[in-house]
């Protein structure tokens, strides 16, 4: 078992020396050891950051759930693969084994088949967390379809534009999802998304809240007939180390939605490792990751990561206050859960609750914590390790992207010693870099600067699905030769790093990753809007929250303006969904700007922190005017 489980820290040091000393071999015992491959490759590593390129156990071939389920059954037929814990406590959970994921799997895959899917198409996925949504995942990659999740808060346009920039022929939905208290009708948004998808043959329903939809002749079909029929063998097609996995939208900072692709092999081994050392799971444990699997968290480390290991995961369907706020704690004591994994967003609002919410709930089965999303700060840290992991579990966090596909940066809990609020250190095979704002390394301790990954990894995003340019503009053009991250970071004494958040237009509110422009350009289409500026500013609960600055066309007193906030919220919702409301919206007579015509989003950003002792030099401003005005009338 070689490396595969790393224990202590003197041991972490020497697996990490040999992971970057020889990457190669390294990531070939730990495909060679831990995987099942129908053809082993021909090469280990092929890489070129210039162009950007990268292979990853070329000429392999093998299908990844024949390693996340086929195999398990010699040995795990009847262990819980999936612990389905509805949205409402009094329905029963479901305790999914290998043996009826297998099944499950298969059919649905046979009615992917039926429905013309071959290996390469592109399938969306809308689905509320309800098991239909890992078995659909799973189907697809069993017959080498490439899924792409559209999380379900997602809105009929963010919707459409996901399904129409890589072609999707199919989408599977539900009627309807649970979510707390409220039932939402997703069958609705999705014929609204429809309307503009000309490319979509077959949407597949699934029965989940039985509430009224309308079906499109000839487009909509309900599954379960079709799953009562199918035949429960679906050979797994074999696909190539190289072939598309899946494709998961993350936000830039310009323009649209990047579908970043990720590819199979190397996604599957890096997972399948990161979630054994990062979570320490050991036979029996019961697992439980609180994302969705519209996210990457719940792709990488609900469904691929656990099942490649042969875990019990557990798949939450509700909401951390439903039916109230102890029902993550409830949950946890019921399934007797080992390895808890969540954003801090949500330890923050579970923290603002009375403590008697979680103290009455027995957590002694708690081993492992983990947080990933955002910067967690102290506080929360705090309240996480006293009254959830009793300060005898250690709280890994992990610091990862959508476009990194595993957890990247984190401790290895019982070996790596933590501190709160750093993510410590890489994981083996992992090289960051610090950079100054010159492209020069930092290469001492006790630094700040940007981060970039020097080496290539297996799980990273191969491209941007059609568009290569920007995925080597966005990632591979800042710095030379490197990934860089967007994020900044600060290198202790010791070597751990601290992450101080993102150092581009992307703001993370509740650990969702949001880009300005997107959200500007819907700001944007209102007729009485002429230009916006979006920001983050600190929230207690959400990490960051938005603050727009909006100028509209018709200068002086503004008369509805909390009329006027509403619709432009109404039409944010609209365009992206719930997650990118302004928080704050303040009317502007202009937005500073330089003499080149770019917002200074620097001086916003001040303004909305409440900041504004040092807002630098503004005479070169095109209009340094409107900053005191603007500072005036903040909120
Ligand atoms: C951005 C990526 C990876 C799954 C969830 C988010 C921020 C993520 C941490 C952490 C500080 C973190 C970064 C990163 N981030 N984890 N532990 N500490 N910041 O995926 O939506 O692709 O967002 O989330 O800014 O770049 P994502």
Redesign the pocket.
């Known amino acids: 078992m070689s490396n595969y489980h790393i224990k202590h820290l003197e041991e972490y040091w020497q697996v990490y020396r040999k992971s970057v000393r020889k990457p190669e071999n390294f990531w070939e015992e730990i495909a060679e050891e831990h995987f099942l491959w129908r053809i082993k490759w021909e090469k280990v590593l092929e890489w070129d950051f210039s162009k950007p390129e990268v292979t990853w156990y070329k000429g392999a071939k093998l299908n990844i759930t024949e390693n996340c389920i086929d195999r398990h059954l010699t040995t795990r037929a009847n262990k819980t693969a999936i612990l389905f814990e509805p949205n409402d406590p009094k329905e029963k959970a479901q305790h999914i084994s290998y043996k009826e994921l297998h099944k499950r799997v298969c059919k649905f895959a046979n009615v992917l088949k039926s429905k013309g899917i071959e290996k390469g198409d592109r399938v969306c996925i809308y689905l509320p967390m309800i098991p239909e949504l890992a078995v659909s995942v799973l189907a697809c990659a069993r017959i080498g379809a490439i899924h792409s999740v559209v999380f379900a808060g997602f809105s009929a346009s963010a919707l459409a534009i996901r399904i129409n920039d890589c072609d999707c022929k199919m989408v599977i939905c539900s009627d309807g999802s649970y979510r707390g208290a409220k039932t939402i009708d997703l069958k609705v948004i999705v014929d609204q998304a429809l309307e503009t998808c000309p490319g979509v043959e077959t949407n597949l329903m699934i029965n989940r809240t039985g509430g009224e939809v309308t079906m499109k002749e000839g487009r909509d079909t309900w599954i379960q007939p079709l799953l009562d029929t199918a035949s429960a063998d679906c050979e797994a097609t074999i696909v190539d180390a190289e072939d598309p996995l899946f494709i998961l939208y993350?936000s830039g900072s310009t323009g649209k939605p990047k579908g970043m692709v990720h590819t199979t092999a190397g996604y599957m081994v890096y997972t399948g490792y990161t979630f054994k050392n990062v979570f320490q799971y050991r036979e029996n444990d019961v697992y439980w990751c609180t994302a969705d699997i519209g996210?990457?968290?719940g792709h990488s480390y609900i469904v691929y990561g656990p099942l490649a290991n042969g875990a019990t995961t557990v798949m939450f369907e509700g909401v951390p206050s439903y039916p109230d706020c102890g029902r993550f704690w409830e949950i946890v004591e019921k399934h007797k859960v080992t390895q808890f994994y969540t954003a801090p967003t949500a330890i923050r609002a579970l923290a603002k609750e009375k403590l008697d919410y979680v103290d009455k709930h027995d957590l002694s089965s708690l081993k492992v914590l983990g947080?990933?999303?955002?910067?967690?700060n102290e506080e929360a840290w705090h309240w996480y390790n006293d009254h959830v992991g009793k300060r005898k579990s250690p709280i890994a966090?992990?610091?990862?992207?959508?476009?990194t596909g595993g957890i990247m940066i984190s401790p290895i809990p019982y070996s790596t010693p933590t501190i709160p609020t750093f993510?410590t250190l890489p994981l083996p095979g992992i090289q960051p870099a610090l950079m100054d704002g010159q492209g020069n390394e930092l290469k001492e301790n006790q630094v700040e600067g940007r981060l970039t990954i020097k080496f290539p990894w297996p799980s990273m995003a191969r491209t941007i699905y059609g568009n290569h340019d920007r995925y080597r503009e966005t990632y591979f053009s800042t710095f030379k030769n490197m990934y860089f991250?967007?994020?900044g970071a600060r290198r202790d004494a010791v070597g751990y790093y601290r992450?101080t958040?993102?150092v581009d237009d992307v703001i993370?509110v509740s650990?969702?990753?949001l880009g300005t422009a997107p959200i500007e350009d819907a700001i944007n289409e209102h007729p009485a809007v002429a230009e916006s500026a979006i920001v983050g500013f600190p929230h207690d609960i959400k990490g960051n929250a938005l603050y727009g600055y909006i100028t509209l066309k018709e200068t002086g007193e503004v008369r509805d303006q909390d009329n006027l906030r509403n619709e432009i919220n109404q039409l944010i919702t609209d365009k992206i969904g719930p997650i990118a409301k302004l928080n704050k919206i303040q009317f502007t007579n202009g937005l500073p700007k330089t003499r080149s015509g770019k917002i200074m989003r620097r001086i916003l950003r001040k303004i909305a922190e409440k900041d504004t002792s040092n807002l630098g030099d503004t005479s070169t401003l095109l209009n340094p005017e409107v900053v005191q005005d603007i500072m005036d009338n903040a909120i």
């Open positions: 993350t996210w990457i968290t947080t990933v999303g955002e910067p967690i966090d992990t610091w990862w992207q959508t476009e993510a991250t967007g994020d992450i958040g993102r993370i650990g969702h990753n």
